[in-house]
């Protein structure tokens, strides 16, 4: 803080000398004065931190990204779904299973877990939109601990994740949907009557935060898009958006934008908990699901303007927020009308025995936002912030009385926004971070393929205003933003907590054990050597490596590479790892660390002796 104190009296000391000049116009000195202003509300002094993490889901290349807020300095990427050498994530043999064979998955929409309404700093939850997955990863070490899935009846886990009130459940379902159970075949043409989607709630243990599958609900063939999950009074409830709820084929752009009206599904998720423990389900791929022709007050429909993207619920839990496309309107639902209406039985029809109801009975206002809206956030003032795809704009209006009171231009083509503290029953406000789709004309040229634009907006005060632009690697969809002294990280994982059956902690402990044709090798790791120095097996034999890296000091990492034989494994201070693989090469192969950790870091290697190869030139 002192140091952006000092800096701020440069700054003014030099706009007021400039202001002297004769050549200088005053309203050089005002746009001076902006530029400087902006660049104080996103410095970080070299030393200081960051006042917020933000998550950013990595698309297509399967990862998630993390940023320091204001400073948008990139600080970590955490792999999830795709091999990462640079922590070696899929090589050793914990990733590998984990992966399960995927050497790629499609990042969306990542999730802070919850309690009472708040981020509470344990987990990190992202959906696979390729592989119908969902993970966990623990804040404790930035890391994944677990992929559940695929998940059965699930294709195309894109309208997930988001967290109920407390982490009971992780919203997931289809974006597209199939013939049920998968592998079932049904001809293009039985589209509408032959194909199902499904929405569901991942159970998550509210101590190890391990998943389970929950529940799911059968649902028409529509296409199921984002979602949010309710709180305070809405709290028992889960809503997504659909699209296609034309039942169309073909070129959808066409085909499934031909009705007014699309729909918000809103699924009573303590109503499904009940439905399954009364028996009130099919058995369907394996899984209990709930048919909604059988099972009454689990779900409903709510029209929404046309092919909306998302909804997104205040955060007193009394609005329900929904956004059409290619409309120019944002739909408000009132929750307490949606109760009245389900009580009273104000239904305009139904689909596949889901009530629809009245979209009279249950709007409080239509908000005249801008061209595209998509995504909704919040702050601490009452504020509401939506993105305009179209528009290439956000803009600001006020819950209540509907008003819109400020827009701002981003560069450009805007989808999901992040507010801090955004999705919470308490929301900081302050920073808003504008997760552009296109970026094109604002950073260095790389060639063709450009890097994704994010932009930092201040909405501390009355008008939005720009701090700066950032960029990052493909392809994010969806960020939160949680207060940094929320997160509470380790740093080294403690001896006393390394509970792998074959982790040593003495190098006199290291050894060889042969059991015919599988070779177990136990390994320690630590500046400077890896002992044992070498090993010997011979051809065909299965390899097991235990490698414990015994540091107990922040940063001392070790690697464990085998050249040609596409080992990368990173160990962390006081973790172990296991390495599998088979000794298919004969020959000698080196082994080295690949992270830096001393002095004589080039001197930490050894060699791999692989039995069963022809002689050597010195021994012809």
């Not at 927020?321 to 408000?332: D, E, M, W, Y």
Request: with cysteine.
């Amino acid at each position: 803080m002192k140091t952006r104190i000092f800096l701020l009296a440069v700054f003014v000391l030099a706009a007021s000398i400039l202001g002297g000049c004769g050549g200088e116009k005053k309203g050089r000195v005002s746009a001076r004065s902006d530029v400087q202003e902006a660049a104080l509300k996103s410095y970080v002094a070299p030393g200081d931190l960051d006042e917020y993490y933000i998550f950013k889901s990595g698309g297509h290349s399967g990862q998630v990204y993390v940023y320091g807020i204001p400073s948008m300095r990139h600080i970590s990427t955490i792999p999830v779904f795709s091999p990462y050498p640079a922590t070696g994530y899929g090589f050793d043999k914990e990733s590998k299973e984990m992966l399960s064979g995927y050497t790629w998955g499609d990042a969306h929409h990542p999730s802070l877990s919850e309690t009472d309404g708040d981020y509470d700093g344990r987990w990190l939850f992202i959906s696979d939109n390729a592989n119908n997955r969902m993970a966990r990863i623990d804040l404790r070490d930035f890391k994944t601990k677990q992929i559940l899935g695929p998940l059965p009846n699930v294709s195309g886990n894109h309208c997930s994740s988001f967290s109920t009130e407390n982490t009971e459940y992780i919203l997931a379902g289809s974006r597209f949907s199939i013939p049920l159970p998968k592998g079932s075949y049904e001809k293009i043409e039985d589209y509408a009557t032959k194909y199902k989607g499904v929405v569901a709630g991942i159970a998550v243990d509210p101590k190890t935060g391990n998943m389970s599958l929950g529940w799911q609900v059968l649902m028409p063939p529509f296409n199921y898009d984002l979602g949010d999950a309710g709180k305070g009074p809405s709290k028992d409830w889960g809503f997504w958006t659909c699209y296609n709820s034309e039942r169309a084929i073909g070129k959808l752009e066409v085909t499934s934008t031909q009705k007014d009206r699309d729909y918000v599904v809103a699924v009573n998720w303590k109503s499904a908990e009940k439905a399954i423990k009364d028996g009130k389900f099919r058995m369907i791929g394996g899984v209990k699901v709930i048919d909604p022709k059988q099972t009454e007050g689990v779900v409903y429909l709510l029209p929404a303007a046309k092919s909306p993207h998302g909804v997104d619920v205040s955060p007193d839990g009394k609005y329900i927020v929904a956004s059409g496309k290619l409309q120019s309107i944002t739909t408000v639902f009132n929750y307490e009308k949606m109760m009245t209406a389900i009580q009273k039985k104000d239904f305009t029809g139904n689909e596949d025995g889901i009530p629809v109801l009245s979209y009279d009975a249950v709007k409080d206002a239509e908000v005249n936002v801008g061209l595209g809206p998509l995504h909704t956030q919040f702050d601490d003032k009452g504020f509401a912030y939506t993105s305009l795809f179209v528009e290439s704009a956000i803009a600001k209006w006020k819950l209540g009385t509907w008003e819109v009171v400020d827009k701002i231009p981003v560069a450009y083509n805007i989808g999901h926004l992040a507010a801090a503290e955004g999705d919470t029953k308490n929301p900081d406000g302050k920073y808003l971070i504008s997760l552009n789709k296109l970026s094109h004309g604002r950073h260095l040229s790389v060639g063709p393929s450009q890097p994704e634009s994010s932009q930092l907006i201040d909405i501390d005060g009355e008008k939005m205003s720009l701090v700066m632009d950032a960029f990052t690697e493909p392809e994010p969809h969806y960020a939160q933003i949680v207060k940094a002294d929320k997160i509470k990280p380790i740093e080294v994982y403690p001896k006393e907590e390394n509970k792998h059956s074959k982790a040593i902690w003495d190098q006199k402990d290291a050894k060889v054990v042969r059991n015919g044709k599988n070779v177990e090798v136990y390994m320690i790791a630590v500046r400077t050597s890896f002992t044992p120095t070498s090993f010997e097996v011979n051809k065909g034999d299965k390899v097991t490596v235990y490698l414990t890296n015994i540091e107990q000091t922040t940063d001392e990492l070790h690697g464990l590479a085998i050249n040609e034989y596409n080992i990368n494994v990173v160990v962390d201070p006081g973790e172990t790892k296991t390495i599998e693989f088979v000794a298919d090469k004969p020959g000698v192969y080196p082994f080295y660390c690949t992270n830096f950790c001393s002095a004589l870091h080039q001197e930490m290697q050894g060699y791999l002796l692989v039995k069963g190869g022809g002689s050597s030139i010195a021994s012809q």
